[in-house]
């Protein structure tokens, strides 16, 4: 069982940025794959972007394309998710996963372990 942890969400006007950060709460001894989706409220979990164990590839919706960085951190399976030109309807809480089948880094049902989210709220 892998525990994770996610941090760096907040209230931040249209056009600014946040750093997302996800890591294991203890000790892992198998590298993920990662990826972050997120949940607005009324509305479907949805994927936003994902990494693979050697952050070699990275993987990301159509809506962060341009504006959202996956990227690794040095400590083994954490990682980042660096957003800019935040918009409101990137508001929802964002989760961090860890993907342990399957081959759609896309689809939530690759991830087996997950995080409780950190809110990311945008003001018009």
């Known amino acids: 069982q892998v525990q994770l942890v996610e941090s760096g969400g907040g209230l931040v006007q249209t056009g600014g940025s946040l750093r997302l950060y996800c890591g294991p709460a203890?000790?892992?001894?198998?590298?993920?794959?990662m990826g972050w989706f997120r949940q607005a409220p009324g509305k479907d979990r949805e994927f936003v972007a994902a990494?693979?164990?050697?952050?070699?590839?990275?993987y990301y919706a159509d809506s962060a394309k341009g504006r959202f960085t996956i990227s690794r951190g040095s400590a083994k399976n954490t990682v980042y998710l660096h957003m800019s030109g935040l918009k409101p309807e990137d508001t929802a809480v964002y989760y961090c996963a860890a993907r342990v089948a399957g081959t759609e880094y896309s689809r939530a049902s690759s991830y087996g372990f997950w995080g409780r989210g950190t809110q990311v709220t945008v003001s018009s």
């Open positions: 990494v693979t164990g050697s952050g070699g590839s990275t």
């Open positions: 203890g000790e892992t001894f198998t590298l993920y794959s």
